[in-house]
Each structure stands twice: as structure tokens, then as C-alpha cells.
């Protein structure tokens, strides 16, 4: 291509590959225009490539955002995960102040990828994390930077069944928030559209297993894509859930102990259940909560207490 010649930007992912069916390894998803976006994603989701590549350009700026690009990815590929390239641009700024609140940003985005099913492409070797599209810029964590990060990463290797099995079905919508009162909080902004300084929640449903995800926005917006404060954090809280199931057990995982589970006690009254969930000193957007279903007339035991098994969500209360 001639320095200077003018390329149409809306064809050329699909010039990628003339038919993505016949793709070997790798699927790339970017840079459509609005008319295409239907043709791409089902082009892209006949394809038998194993990982889906999504670039996340503006207009899509918000955690809502990309739960819909997650989860319309997932439908599309009968549950597979996307593989999501999306990064922090904080990280290249000068001012000190900005570039803190960079890795704040990098976990929260964490947890709201991988709690939707995703994961993504930003990390690099010797402790490196990419803040640009075009791959080359990037910059070095801090050591204290690396241990929160790792935890993070950690955490989602140790479970990663409860983020990436094609099973989970988002169950959102209708679980939470606005009318819906089949799972309550006791916090002043909570639901599922991930607001401005609100605690956003995602629950996610498959056979005999419910998580409930919970990213603390409070005290931030919603953009993913810019320098964050520290969530504030929110002394412990009630939890009440109304399932028409039994409930057997109830777990509370967080990366900030070492990715283990506390199994928490509650209440039955008047078929529901009710709880209170730990409060946070740290970083309340890599807290887990797990919660496990059981059907009444089932004597099996799907779960397990080590570590080995749990449903997760990522929690800032």
C-alpha cells in the first residue's frame, strides 16, 4: 500500500479472510460500520476458530458496553468466549495522579470482562501492560501494582469454570434491579446497568449454580477507559435472594485472601433467603461471591469448598 493512500476502514477486517468459515485459528472482529455490524457478527460466529477477536473502539465506552459485546459474542458462538482488546490509555499519561488511577481502572475492567465471560488481551512479560491498540506503547506495573493485578489473574485461573463455561446464562435483567426483587441489596444504587457510583450487578445462572457479580462503581462513572479513584468502600451489607429453589450453601471468595472461599450463614423466611456479605477494605471490585443452587429433590453435591469449584463474581461493596 502507498504511504498516503486512502483505505476504507469499514472492509478491512473482512479482508482479513474472504470466508471466515474456513479460518484456522483465529477470528478478528473490528472496526464495522454500523449497517455491517449484523454481517460481521454472524460471519464471525459461523466461524470455527476458537478465539474471537474483538477490538472495542468508541462509541463504546461504557461497562455496559461491553457486557453487550460479551455476551451478544457468547450467543452467537453458543457460549464460547470473545477474547476482548480493550486498554487503559491512563497508563501513558504524565500526571502522576492519572497514571495511579490507571491500574484501578485496569482491575475494574478486569473484573467486568471476566464476569460477563470474556477475557482480553493486555498483559505482557516482565511485569508490562499494553495501554494502546496498536500494541507497541505500553508500560511497566509498580511492584505493589503486580501483586493486586496478579491476584486478579490468579483468582480467575483458579475458577475459571465459573467465568467461561458456555453453560452461564446472563440472568440479569430480571433478577435484579428496578421491579425485579428476586435479589435485593441493602446499599443505596445497585442494578444491572452498571450507573455512575452504583454497585453494578451481574448474575449468571447454569443448571443447579447462581453467581452473583457485583463491581464496585461507587465513588467513579462508568467509563471504562479512564483513570479511576479507589472505590469506596462499603461496610458489610444484607443480601436477600428468592429463588424457587432450595439453597444448600453460600460462598464469599475474594483475590484479596488468596483466592480461597468463606462459606457464609444464612437465613430462610418466607422463601427467601438473607445474608450478609462482608465489607471491604481493599479494592472492592476483585471481591467473588458464589452461590450455590441446589434443586430440593437433588442429593448431589456439585460444588466444592476448596477452591476447585465456585461460581464467582467480582464484588466492590
Known amino acids: 500500500m502507498a504511504a498516503g493512500q486512502i483505505i476504507v476502514r469499514t472492509a478491512t477486517a473482512l479482508d482479513v479472510c474472504s470466508d471466515w468459515t474456513l479460518a484456522p485459528r483465529y477470528g478478528f472482529l473490528s472496526d464495522f460500520a454500523p449497517d455491517e455490524r449484523n454481517t460481521a457478527e454472524r460471519l464471525a460466529a459461523q466461524s470455527q476458530v476458537a478465539p474471537l477477536y474483538i477490538e472495542v473502539w468508541s462509541p463504546n465506552d ?47 475492567l478486569t473484573a467486568a470482562i471476566f464476569l460477563n465471560g470474556g477475557s482480553q ?30 491476584a486478579d489473574y490468579d483468582f480467575i485461573s483458579r475458577h475459571a469454570e465459573y467465568f467461561f463455561d458456555p453453560a452461564w446464562r446472563d440472568i440479569s435483567a430480571t433478577r435484579v434491579g428496578g421491579i425485579n426483587e428476586e435479589t ?36 467513579g462513572t462508568a467509563r471504562w477507559n479512564e483513570s479511576k479513584p ?27 485472601q488468596g483466592g480461597g472461599a468463606t462459606q457464609l450463614r444464612f437465613a430462610r423466611k418466607k422463601g427467601e433467603v438473607r445474608l450478609t456479605l462482608p465489607g471491604l477494605v481493599v479494592w472492592s471490585a476483585d471481591c467473588l461471591k458464589v452461590i450455590e443452587l441446589h434443586t430440593v429433590r437433588s442429593n448431589i453435591q456439585v460444588s466444592k469448598v476448596q477452591g476447585q469449584r465456585h461460581v464467582g463474581m467480582v464484588n466492590g461493596c
Do not use: M
Not at 498483559?123 to 493485578?149: I, K, M, W
Open 62 to 108: 461504557t461497562y455496559r458496553d461491553l457486557h453487550e459485546i460479551i455476551l451478544n459474542a457468547r450467543r452467537l458462538r453458543n457460549g464460547r468466549s470473545p477474547v476482548l482488546a480493550a486498554y487503559i490509555n491512563a497508563f501513558l499519561s504524565t500526571d502522576e495522579s492519572i497514571r495511579r488511577g490507571a491500574v484501578n481502572a485496569l482491575r475494574l
Open 121 to 150: 488481551i493486555i498483559l505482557g512479560e516482565q511485569n508490562g501492560v499494553l495501554c494502546d491498540p496498536y500494541f507497541p506503547p505500553y508500560v511497566h506495573l509498580t511492584p505493589s501494582e503486580v501483586r493486586a493485578v496478579r
Open 184 to 219: 435485593r441489596l441493602a446499599v443505596p444504587r445497585y442494578g444491572p446497568l452498571a450507573e455512575d457510583n452504583s454497585i453494578w450487578t451481574i448474575v449468571r445462572e447454569r443448571e443447579n449454580e447462581i453467581t452473583l457479580g457485583l463491581v464496585n462503581l461507587c465513588g
Open 230 to 256: 479507589k472505590p469506596r468502600t462499603v461496610r458489610p451489607f444484607n443480601l436477600t435472594v428468592r429463588v424457587p429453589r432450595e439453597i444448600k450453601r453460600v460462598y464469599y471468595l475474594t483475590p484479596e
